[in-house]
């Protein structure tokens, strides 16, 4: 399966914290460069931070410096570690192989994260 497995999304009070975990077995996880990604209702997919299998990061403007992306290679997990949250977060988080989702395939069910205010 080379769908990525989401989890650790819920529902948080806003200025709160969530770490999502994205599993990926089924990707050759340590050459791929990696991504969250979020959709909110009424919205499209949208990026939200990568990771390069070296380790250097990217983030979108509206989350540098609350959120934070990692990986463990050994592991094919990549994490999220959401500070600070925002009701404006709240959406469905995704990850993916960057690769895998310039073509738009392989997404998998996702997390759902609400920030209530």
């Known amino acids: 399966q080379v769908q990525p497995v989401e989890s650790g999304g819920g529902l948080v009070q806003a200025g709160g914290s969530l770490r999502l975990s994205c599993s990926a077995p089924?990707?050759?996880?340590?050459?791929?460069?990696m991504g969250w990604y979020r959709q909110a209702p009424g919205n499209q997919r949208e990026f939200v931070a990568t990771?390069?299998?070296?380790?250097?990061?990217n983030y979108r403007d509206s989350v540098k410096g609350r959120f934070t992306i990692s990986r463990d290679n050994a592991k094919s997990t990549v994490y999220l570690q959401m500070n600070s949250l925002k009701p404006e977060d709240t959406a469905v988080y995704y990850c993916?192989?960057?690769?895998?989702?310039?073509?738009?395939?392989?997404w998998g069910q996702g997390t759902q994260v609400t920030v209530s205010s």
């Open positions: 993916n192989a960057v690769s895998f989702a310039l073509r738009n395939t392989y």
């Open positions: 089924g990707i050759l996880f340590s050459s791929k460069d």
């Open positions: 990771i390069t299998g070296g380790g250097r990061t």
